[in-house]
């Protein structure tokens, strides 16, 4: 069974970064997938935010693009957020999921909740 | 990017009730249309893929149609467990855009 977790700090000063780590189990990170981030703004709807494929690869959504990295430790198989000069408009609940090859998120972590403030 | 209108945004029905969520996209996208699941401080769960595919482990009830702009997600006999909001999500082209979403309610 695949198993996603998020983990990191819950609140993040404004003009700080978030960082975010995914650990996934049930599967290798370096298998044929992509891994992305998507988040959640409190009663909102779902934003992606970006994908890394095994090989290192990346893509970014573009409202994001200039704040936002995506990276991979096979080692630990894990891959991790981070945005930077955050705001108030970036808190919400961080998601990490797996992407198909087709392109849908088959598996999800649980979420976390970040807020941003002072 | 492409935009992702659902409608309706929010119904209420009945346990048993055929239920019908539509999403229509900016342009067309093939079938490359997925279907979620979200329950209230739960992670979405993926229903159906590549617009009509049911993913393994999800009830008949539930079922997908539509190609091109035009997607259709169908509940054929509500029950309890249904109650939550449905997201619609393009998988032709990134950056990955979701619909807004459609809350599904007890009448």
């Known amino acids: 069974q695949v198993h996603l977790q998020e983990s990191g700090p819950g609140l993040v000063k404004p003009s700080g970064t978030l960082s975010l780590i995914c650990s996934v189990s049930?599967?290798?990170?370096?298998?044929?997938?992509?891994w992305s981030w998507v988040r959640q703004s409190p009663g909102k709807g779902l934003e992606w935010i970006g994908e890394?494929?095994?090989?290192?690869?990346?893509d970014y959504n573009p409202s994001l693009k200039s704040r936002v990295t995506v990276s991979v430790d096979k080692s630990k198989n894990q891959f991790s957020l981070k945005v930077m000069s955050v705001t108030a408009a970036d808190t919400a609940v961080y998601y990490c999921?797996?992407?198909?090859?087709?392109?849908?998120?088959?598996?999800w972590g649980q979420g976390t909740l970040v807020t941003v403030s002072s | 990017d492409i935009q992702m209108t659902q409608a309706p945004s929010s119904l209420s029905s009945s346990v048993g009730d055929r239920v019908t969520i539509t999403c229509r996209t900016s342009?067309?996208?093939?079938?490359?249309l997925d279907w979620y699941q979200q329950r209230p401080g739960k992670a979405p769960k993926l229903l159906i893929y590549?617009?009509?595919t049911l993913q393994s482990g999800v009830p008949s009830r539930f079922s997908g149609s539509g190609s091109g702009t035009d997607f259709t997600l169908t509940i054929s006999s509500l029950q309890p467990e249904d109650f939550a909001t449905y997201y619609c999500?393009?998988?032709?082209?990134?950056?990955?855009?979701f619909g807004q979403g459609t809350k599904v309610e007890i009448k």
């Open positions: 999921a797996r992407q198909t090859v087709r392109g849908d998120f088959d598996y």
């Open positions: 049930g599967d290798s990170i370096d298998a044929n997938k992509w």
């Open positions: 890394i494929y095994h090989l290192g690869s990346t």
């Open positions: 342009q067309s996208i093939g079938s490359f």
């Open positions: 590549t617009a009509s």
């Open positions: 999500q393009q998988s032709y082209i990134t950056p990955w855009t």
